[in-house]
Every structure is written in structure tokens, then in C-alpha cells.
């Protein structure tokens, strides 16, 4: 239902959902399935970049959901009502360390885990 909310209201509706950071839409293709998804994700900005975490919420191991680094062909995000391709990365050490206090800031979910179990 999220998907389909956010998708036929522009965003207006599960973009900000009380107490979570803002979502975004990632469309991909499964790494081991081969099958195109939709999933809603939590997401900052930095810059003209979007940053996702893949941690489940900061579990140890990171979720099968979260796309490979590099991405592949067609991967598009949705902030709001903009669509645009994306090709996803993993941040460099510099990067996780500038970045990783806003993301605790943004979700105070991650707080107290670590930068380095995350993608």
C-alpha cells in the first residue's frame, strides 16, 4: 500500500510518515531474483545526492532488498513527484564518516550501531 500511495499522490502521501525519516521510491531489479521491485526507502541528502542505508534498520547483516553497488540497467528512484535513474554505490570510509551523523540525525534508529556494518 505505501508504494501505491506514494506513486498515485505524487509523494503527498508516504513520503513523511511521523517519526520515520523521508522515503523514497527505489525501482530495481532483484539481484538473485532477476525481478523488478519497488521499495520504499529511507533516505538523505547530501548535495545533489541521495543517500540510502542499507542496514535493516541497523541489523547486522545488510537486507537482500537493498540493491548491488552499481546498480544496474533501468534502476530509477521517486523523491515526491520526481523520477529520475539512479545507480547506486558504496560510500567511501571518508564519506561514511562525514555522513553518518546526519543519517543518526535524520533517524535516530541508527544510533548507537555502527557506519561500518552499513551500506
Do not use: C
Amino acid at each position: 500500500m505505501h508504494v501505491l500511495a506514494y506513486r498515485v499522490s505524487g509523494g503527498l502521501v508516504g513520503r513523511r510518515i511521523p517519526g520515520l525519516p523521508p522515503m523514497l521510491l527505489l525501482d530495481h531489479v532483484g539481484a538473485r531474483s532477476g525481478k523488478r521491485r519497488t521499495n520504499p526507502l529511507a533516505y538523505i541528502e547530501d548535495g545533489e545526492d541521495l543517500v540510502i542505508v542499507g542496514s535493516r534498520g541497523g541489523a547486522p547483516a545488510p537486507p537482500g532488498l537493498v540493491p548491488q553497488p552499481g546498480g544496474s540497467p533501468g534502476d530509477d528512484g521517486q523523491v515526491a513527484s520526481r523520477r529520475t535513474a539512479v545507480r547506486a554505490r558504496v560510500a567511501t570510509e571518508a564519506e561514511r564518516t562525514r555522513l553518518w551523523p546526519k543519517v543518526v540525525a535524520t533517524y535516530g534508529g541508527f544510533e548507537g550501531t555502527s557506519s561500518a556494518r552499513s551500506e
